[in-house]
Every structure is written in C-alpha cells, then in structure tokens.
C-alpha cells in the first residue's frame, strides 16, 4: 500500500511570497490532515477534512492560508504572503476515519521564509 | 477545545525502562494515540487506546484511564534507536466531527 505523498519536500521562498503544498493519501482515506510542526513543538492542526468537507480549521489562520481538498482525494494548502514565522514542517496526514482511527503521515514539506 | 500534557524530556539508560505521561482535557474522547517521531522525520503511529487498561505491542506498552484523563506509554528493555520525540495525541471533539489533536511530544534521549 503506498504511503501519503507530499511535494515539494523543501521549499525557500521570500516574505510575502506565495507557496502551495500538495498531498495525495493513502487511497481509500476519507479523513485527511494538515499540521504545521515548528522546531521542538508538537504538531498543530491547521485543517481536517471528512472527504470533501472541513471538520475543523479553527487555527487555521484564514487571512493567508488557503486549503481545499478535490473531489475528496487530493488536497493542496497555500501561504500568501508568507511571513517569517510561517517557516516550520507542514506534514500531511490521513486515516480511513471511523473504519480505522490511526493517522498515517508524509515526509512533510520543510517550509523556510526568509 | 482540547489540551494535552507531557513532560518536555526524559533520558535514561540503554536497557532500562522509561514511562512517558500524558494527561488530557477534551470533550467526546474518542480515543488515544501515541507516535514516534525521529529528528527529521515524520511522526509513525505506535499505539491507540480507546478504552481503559494496558495495550501491549512488544517492547512498547500503553496504558489509558479515561475518568482521569491520563495514558502512558511504557518503553521496555531500551535501545540506542529508541532516542526521539514520543508525542500524545487524542482524538475527540464532537461525533462524526473528531478531530486529531497533538501534545508538544516528549524527547526520550537514551544513554548507553
């Protein structure tokens, strides 16, 4: 069974620049997840779909990230403008949901602002 | 909303064993992870809990109260490879609606 993908694994970009992260789950997976992880913290959920639809995106700061899911499969997260602080691990996760609890993870995208 | 508690590190020694505290706050629990995570990697799934008593799965126990809030994970008989972040994580919120939320994870640094 392939595992959850992510592109791209590194990306550098300026403040105030626009970036998108993609991910494809686990095939199957109605339960998929965003995390921001910033050094020596634990992950923070930013959004989490049930297929098409958004559970929760309370920390998701909304006035620059964007995240949409397609047709419940993919998904794609965007930053604009980016800002300093913005640099951390996004890490894209998913689950078969009530069917199968667990979360499986990608490599995640290492995110860098300068 | 939900809050998890862990300590921040732990070290010991090769071959000894070490437990991992997590006590939470949510509302509809619906269950308790725990994962490990290596320096640059992602976070792997070790355990669920979702009702009370001892998970054991080799080396690695975990264990969940529910009316206290509180689970551990138990590593047994440590290897140098064992040297990581162990995070908690717990699923709750409301039915249909649950949502995967993480403690700041805890830095197990093994000794030989």
């Known amino acids: 069974e392939a595992g959850v993908a992510q592109s791209p694994r590194y990306k550098i970009i300026e403040k105030r620049q626009s970036v998108a992260f993609w991910c494809n789950p686990i095939s199957g997976h109605a339960t998929l997840y965003w995390y921001q992880q910033i050094l020596g913290q634990g992950p923070k959920l930013l959004i989490q779909f049930q297929n098409n639809g958004v559970v929760d995106d309370s920390q998701l700061p909304k006035d620059r990230f964007s995240a949409e899911r397609l047709k419940g499969v993919d998904s794609t997260l965007k930053i604009q403008p980016a800002k300093l602080e913005d640099s951390a691990v996004y890490l894209c996760?998913?689950?078969?949901?009530?069917?199968?609890?667990?979360?499986?993870f990608g490599q995640g995208t290492r995110l860098t602002v300068v | 909303g939900q809050n998890i508690d862990q300590p921040t590190e732990m070290t010991a020694t090769e071959g000894a064993i070490v437990q991992i505290n997590c006590t939470y706050q949510t509302s509809g629990f619906n269950g308790l992870f725990w994962y490990q995570q290596h320096a640059g990697e992602a976070p792997t799934f070790l355990s669920y809990?979702?009702?009370?008593g001892l998970e054991e799965k080799g080396r690695f126990s975990s264990f969940l109260s529910r009316s206290k809030g509180y689970s551990y994970l138990l590593l047994k008989e440590l290897q140098m490879k064992d040297s990581a972040s162990y995070l908690c994580a717990v699923r709750g919120g409301r039915s249909n609606d649950y949502k995967l939320s993480f403690g700041a994870g805890t830095t197990v640094t093994v000794r030989a």
């Open positions: 809990n979702v009702l009370d």
């Open positions: 996760a998913s689950s078969w949901g009530d069917r199968g609890p667990e979360a499986f």
